[in-house]
């Protein structure tokens, strides 16, 4: 390298740095995002049996797009995105399972409930994968996805009495992420509506063993 060479080689070094700097935010800087959660539900159907057997909830299964504390938006049918400085307060797939046990809690129907890896000795494990959970941007306006199918497992032999899939889509009332989050809340209720009923019903009808 010339000696007229080696100073424009150092120049551009430094320009780069420099721009690569400029585009980086440091930690510790910036203004931090917002957290969101969501709530569980509290109405069901005046006629859920009650039932005499307990029940674990098993961590849910969910794609990597949404196994995140980052609140996922999808632009476009192919592209998977996020929402900038929002984000909810645990991984979606943990906020979701301690939203089905406040659920199935609120029905006041069941012996027990709680985690898989409580020291419940359940009757029957709910096994629970988390399809889709995210917003949709379309002409009319965004909305909100979330899509669960659940297997209901008899214990301790852990065969599978019934499975189950239900989905809701609520419209925002408006492009900012807080109409959006009150999207989600309203579409996972609905869905933990019909899970909590339909694990009532479905394992009353098939009483575990004594």
Known sequence: ??????????????????????????????????????????TF???????????????????????????????TPLTLDYFARAQWTDTAPRMVQTLL???FENTGKLVAVGRESSSLRPDYLLKVDLREFQAEFRAAG????????ARLVRLPERSV???????????????????????????????LRRVAEWTLRTGSARPPRT
């Open 1 to 42: 390298m010339t000696r007229t060479a080696r100073p424009l080689a150092r120049r551009l070094f430094l320009g780069l740095a420099a721009g690569g700097l400029a585009g980086c935010q440091l930690p510790g800087t910036g203004e931090p995002p917002k957290l969101f959660t969501l709530t569980p539900k509290s």
């Open 45 to 75: 159907a005046a006629d859920l049996p009650r039932a005499d057997w307990q029940l674990a909830i098993e961590a849910p299964v969910a794609p990597g797009g949404i196994d995140t504390t980052r609140i996922a938006v999808q632009r």
């Open 101 to 103: 046990l406040e659920s």
């Open 142 to 149: 965004p909305v909100a996805r979330v899509r669960i199918s």
């Open 161 to 191: 009495v019934a499975s189950f899939s239900h989905e809701a889509v609520e419209p925002a009332s408006g492009r900012e992420i807080e109409q959006i989050v009150t999207a989600f809340d309203d579409a996972l209720g609905a869905v």
